[in-house]
């Protein structure tokens, strides 16, 4: 346990690309204590440490799974290696928040989800967006019928990736494919917006190594809403989303770290909110101190069902695009 009684020791493991943008955000967290990265390579570990402010730097991960200061244990590394790194750390009694997919598919992320519950540890998948004010603004108006009965959503997630072969994003062997990456983000929002879908349908382009590099997703949610989603790593950024009811819509430009959203009716715009913070993974840092300092071990906005939800939706997208052969390697099955 961290020294101050109210600070929470975290670990990092994974000095990567997000690590930056997450340890940047951590750093201003009150409560928040940064004990320590842990990376393969040393230096990386330390130049990193040394930028954002953790107190010690490991060459491995081990290390920092043995670091009594450390209660939350922040794992930022390919899809691939999520559970067995969140499994070693769940071993050592940490907390440990993964990035998102928690696993590349649902048969793993049961398997890890139980893993936890067994040991009874926190476990969450970093899904940030619904802890987002200009997000949780857009579920209040929902369902304040402020847009009468939603009807439907759309919304994209999609970007120009990189398309070597080798990197995480295109190699199946790294979990590759734009709907784990970011066609999450849309399948996420429809899922928090409406729930769980009754109905499914996905078609897609396979990149040369054979996972989906694009895909559109239909899907229909009970009490009629349905959801139009898109995903891609070749295309311009487009990356919003519009849900429309019956007397009016809410649009919310860059979803996923939303700032703003608005609300819309007749044809005008009847209400604008602005996060006055304007922070992408603050509030998800703030939301999992809390869940620990209440003693739970899931976190309330974000809980092992919905995970678990998500995965399987993913799964059942994937099934409909990839060769069986992909599918199996994509989830670990070699
Ligand atoms: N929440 C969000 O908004 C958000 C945004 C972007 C990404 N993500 C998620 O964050 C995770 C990491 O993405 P990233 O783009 O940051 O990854 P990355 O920069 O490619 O890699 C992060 C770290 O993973 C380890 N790693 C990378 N390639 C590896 C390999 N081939 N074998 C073993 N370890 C490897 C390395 O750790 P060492 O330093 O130990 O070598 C590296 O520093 C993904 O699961 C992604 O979905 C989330």
């Known amino acids: 346990m961290s020294s101050n009684q109210n600070q929470q020791g975290w670990g990092l493991i994974g000095p990567g690309r997000f690590a930056r943008e997450f340890a940047e955000e951590l750093r201003e967290a009150e409560r928040a204590?940064?004990?320590a990265?842990?990376?393969?390579?040393?230096?990386?570990?330390?130049?990193?440490?040394?930028?954002?402010?953790?107190?010690?730097?490991?060459?491995?991960?081990?290390?920092?799974f043995a670091d009594d200061d450390i209660d939350i244990v922040y794992i930022v590394v390919p899809h691939v290696f999520h559970r067995e790194i969140s499994e070693m750390a769940i071993d050592a009694g940490k907390a440990v928040v993964c990035e998102k997919?928690?696993?590349?598919?649902?048969?793993?992320?049961?398997?890890?989800?139980?893993?936890?519950?067994?040991?009874?540890?926190?476990?969450?998948?970093?899904?940030?967006?619904?802890?987002?004010?200009?997000?949780?603004?857009?579920?209040?108006?929902?369902?304040?019928?402020?847009?009468?009965?939603?009807?439907?959503?759309?919304a994209d997630f999609c970007f120009r990736g990189s398309v070597d072969p080798a990197d995480r994003l295109m190699n199946p062997d790294l979990g590759g494919g734009?709907?784990?990456d970011v066609g999450i983000y849309p399948v996420y929002l429809a899922q928090l917006l409406f729930g769980k879908p009754r109905e499914v349908a996905a078609v897609g382009a396979l990149a040369e190594t054979g996972v989906e590099e694009s895909a559109a997703i239909v899907m229909q949610h009970d009490g009629g809403v349905s959801s139009s989603l898109t995903c891609s790593f070749r295309t311009e950024e487009s990356m919003d989303a519009v849900i429309q009811g019956t007397e009016g819509e809410i649009r919310i430009p860059t979803f996923h770290a939303a700032k703003d959203v608005e609300l819309w009716r007749n044809g005008k715009r009847a209400e604008a909110f602005s996060d006055p913070v304007g922070a992408m993974v603050g509030p998800e840092i703030e939301a999992v101190m809390d869940a620990l300092a209440a003693g739970l071990?899931?976190?309330?906005?974000?809980?092992?069902?919905?995970t678990r939800d998500l995965a399987g939706t993913m799964d059942e997208i994937c099934r409909r695009m990839v060769s069986e052969e992909i599918f199996q390697r994509v989830r670990g099955g070699r």
């Open 101 to 154: 997919p928690l696993t590349p598919g649902l048969a793993e992320t049961d398997a890890l989800l139980q893993k936890a519950g067994e040991k009874n540890v926190f476990l969450m998948e970093a899904m940030k967006t619904g802890f987002l004010p200009a997000i949780r603004k857009a579920v209040e108006w929902i369902e304040s019928g402020r847009i009468g009965d939603p009807v439907l959503l759309r």
């Open 178 to 180: 734009a709907v784990l």
């Open 33 to 35: 204590r940064l004990v």
């Open 37 to 64: 990265v842990a990376s393969r390579k040393k230096e990386r570990a330390d130049s990193f440490a040394a930028e954002f402010g953790f107190e010690r730097a490991y060459g491995s991960y081990e290390e920092l």
């Open 297 to 306: 071990t899931e976190c309330p906005g974000h809980d092992h069902r919905a």
